[in-house]
């Protein structure tokens, strides 16, 4: 086993986004309405923040065509993908308008909501801060859907499956 200790400066970013895919984090996907209609992103950015009030957050990256979108949307949809929905994040890594997909309905605000999820979290935007390269988005949770089941998470560069037993 190697270790490496090195301050994370531009000679260093690969090593230090090989440090930080040693935190295995969800796969979501983060939809809204916007100006060109629905639009969504993949994310791993997401966490918890608070209880009382119920509040999210996630980070869209700056270098992002959709980042304008997501910073200014006043509502959007978090979910939380199943292991089955790999091709899911994958489609919407790549193209963020094609909602061409079974079973989408319309949630808070217009944000489109998909199916079979293993949770979803319809949100407000409540604060957007500055994040270096990413703007940190935070959203009061006005509605959730939740099932068990296991996940899908990224883990090294790589999507694997988080069992729920």
């Known amino acids: 086993m190697s270790e490496q200790v090195f301050t994370p400066d531009t000679a260093h970013q690969r090593a230090f986004r090989d440090a ?12 809204t309405l916007s100006a060109k209609g629905r639009l969504g992103i993949t994310a791993n950015s997401f966490a918890a923040l608070s209880l ?31 292991e089955d929905q790999l091709w899911l994040a994958r489609h919407f890594a790549g193209d963020g308008l094609d909602f061409n997909l079974d079973g989408v309905t319309e949630g808070t605000g217009g944000a489109p909501l998909l199916p079979g999820c293993l949770a979803r979290f319809e949100c407000r935007r409540h604060a957007v801060h500055p994040g270096g390269d990413h703007a940190i988005v935070v959203g009061e949770v006005l509605r959730v859907q939740a099932r068990t089941g296991a996940g899908l998470s990224f883990f090294a560069g790589t999507y694997r499956s988080i069992d729920a037993g």
């Open 52 to 82: 009382d009030p119920a509040l999210v957050m996630w980070a869209p990256g700056r270098f992002s065509r959709r980042f304008d979108a997501f910073e200014q949307a006043e509502h959007f949809a978090i979910h939380v993908l199943a």
């Open 20 to 31: 930080l895919g040693q935190f295995a984090t969800g796969v979501t996907v983060v939809t």
